[in-house]
């Protein structure tokens, strides 16, 4: 995963660590889960799509971002910096993933979605807000994923005969054990 970062005069590449990458590591159009997106120094976010896998790709229209200050690390920079990200999402409204999808990630993380249908995501783990953008992506896309296919429904079983027979052989050695414990005191 890269990110693009633009100022002025220079152009800088990073990848996740925040170590430097190639020069055409900014360039690519997927590099992930997550896509690469621009930096503007003004704070503002210019997303693409999000790709979650080859049947869901959701349209960057749909989702909503706003930065604030973060309370994590940062030092007098996080004072200063809008660094902590809020991602806002509607499954409800979303009109590209399918119905039964929607209602699983709808059932699994109802407490995580507002009144108003919209679930609200914040990152404030990094010191910089594209991490931070990325971050709350990723956490959406593996929300997503995790509800994908429905839930496998358990098939009966019954103990089989082998079972049955080493559970009573085992009633009778401790029924046995018990008893040669016992006491007559009639003799």
């Given at each position: 995963?890269?990110?693009?970062?633009?100022?002025?005069?220079?152009?800088?590449?990073?990848?996740?660590a925040?170590?430097?990458?190639?020069?055409?590591?900014?360039?690519?159009?997927?590099?992930s889960?997550?896509?690469v997106f621009?930096?503007?120094?003004?704070?503002?976010?210019?997303?693409?799509?999000?790709?979650?896998?080859?049947?869901?790709?959701?349209?960057?229209?749909?989702?909503?971002?706003?930065?604030?200050?973060?309370?994590?690390?940062?030092?007098?920079?996080?004072?200063k910096?809008?660094?902590?990200?809020?991602?806002?999402?509607?499954?409800?409204?979303?009109?590209?993933?399918?119905?039964?999808?929607?209602?699983?990630?709808?059932?699994?993380?109802?407490?995580?979605?507002?009144?108003?249908?919209?679930?609200?995501?914040?990152?404030?783990?990094?010191?910089?807000?594209?991490r931070?953008?990325?971050?709350a992506?990723?956490?959406?896309?593996?929300?997503?994923?995790?509800?994908?296919?429905?839930?496998?429904?358990?098939?009966?079983?019954?103990?089989?005969?082998g079972?049955?027979?080493?559970?009573?052989?085992?009633?009778?050695?401790?029924s046995?054990?018990?008893?040669s414990?016992?006491?007559?005191f009639?003799?």
């Amino acid at each position: 995963m890269t990110f693009r970062v633009q100022s002025d005069a220079t152009e800088l590449n990073l990848n996740v660590a925040g170590e430097r990458a190639s020069p055409m590591a900014g360039f690519c159009v997927r590099t992930s889960s997550l896509d690469v997106f621009t930096h503007a120094p003004q704070c503002e976010c210019l997303m693409s799509d999000l790709y979650v896998n080859q049947r869901l790709t959701i349209p960057s229209s749909e989702l909503a971002i706003s930065a604030a200050r973060s309370s994590g690390p940062g030092g007098q920079n996080v004072n200063k910096v809008n660094s902590k990200i809020t991602l806002r999402w509607s499954p409800e409204k979303c009109t590209v993933i399918d119905p039964g999808w929607r209602n699983r990630f709808i059932a699994r993380h109802a407490n995580r979605i507002t009144k108003d249908g919209e679930l609200v995501l914040h990152s404030e783990r990094y010191r910089d807000q594209p991490r931070n953008l990325a971050d709350a992506r990723f956490r959406l896309v593996e929300m997503l994923l995790e509800c994908r296919e429905p839930a496998k429904k358990r098939k009966k079983t019954r103990p089989t005969l082998g079972s049955k027979r080493r559970r009573k052989e085992a009633k009778t050695k401790l029924s046995q054990k018990k008893q040669s414990r016992r006491q007559s005191f009639g003799d």
